[in-house]
């Protein structure tokens, strides 16, 4: 039974992230996604209260989705180029995914609780960057270039948050000169191209 019930479960979960890949989350009924799952809408209520509180457990997969996906990044990059990588990985999985951001910015309008664990994969993401550039300079990072880095975090999501909503343009997400000249804001901002140290040479 317990089986049956977590298939059902992941079901919907799946389908919930399908339908946002093409529909914006108030256009989506839980008539809609119960029957797109294969299941009835009373399957939909024995599993979750609302549509609300799947849109937690969507968020919730979410952070666990990303978190695997960026300990892979992580582990896979490992050359000066990894933030310009890392920073098109971010752009394009928000973009790919704009509905289901949309829905969760504007939960997280409302409710600033909802948007605290996604604030914290934020977070994290910096703190591995961090790290790494810590590695690759070969000596701790002084406080203000730490912060320079989460600065420089803070107005990359920001930027993509604002888009997601808004679109304001003149450039647009989906443009590869979006990616272009948000790393380029990123790399001034952090500074992370003079962490290094010049070695100096054995006479």
Same mark, same amino acid.
């Given at each position: 039974m317990q089986k049956r019930s977590k298939k059902t479960y992941d079901a919907l979960i799946k389908t919930g992230f399908r339908l946002l890949k093409k529909r914006e989350w108030d256009s989506i009924t839980v008539a809609e996604l119960s029957r797109s799952a294969g299941y009835s809408v009373g399957a939909f209520y024995a599993r979750f209260r609302s549509k609300e /509180?799947?849109? $937690?457990?969507?968020v919730?997969?979410?952070? /666990?989705?990303?978190?695997?996906?960026? /300990?892979?990044?992580?582990?896979?990059? +490992?050359?000066d180029d990894f933030i310009d990588e890392l920073?098109? $990985?971010?752009?394009?999985y928000q973009w790919n995914n704009r509905n289901f951001w949309r829905a969760a910015q504007v939960r997280g309008m409302r409710d600033p609780e909802f948007w605290a664990?996604?604030?914290?994969?934020?977070?994290?993401?910096?703190?591995?960057?961090?790290?790494?550039?810590?590695?690759?300079?070969?000596?701790?990072l002084t406080d203000e270039e730490e912060m320079n880095v989460r600065f420089a975090f803070q107005i990359t999501f920001g930027t993509l948050n604002n888009s997601v909503i +808004?679109?304001?343009?003149?450039?647009?997400?989906?443009?590869?000169?979006?990616? /272009?000249?948000?790393?380029?804001?990123?790399?001034?901002?952090? +500074?992370?191209? +003079?962490?290094?140290?010049k070695k100096k040479s054995k006479k």
């Open positions: /509180e799947l849109l $937690d457990a969507l919730a997969h979410h952070r /666990e989705a990303r978190k695997t996906a960026l /300990e892979h990044f992580f582990s896979s990059h +490992n050359n920073i098109n $990985d971010i752009v394009h664990p996604i604030r914290q994969g934020g977070y994290d993401v910096a703190s591995k960057t961090i790290e790494r550039l810590r590695e690759q300079a070969d000596r701790p +808004n679109r304001p343009g003149p450039i647009f997400m989906n443009q590869t000169l979006f990616v /272009e000249k948000l790393t380029r804001a990123f790399r001034l901002v952090s +500074n992370c191209d +003079n962490f290094k140290i």
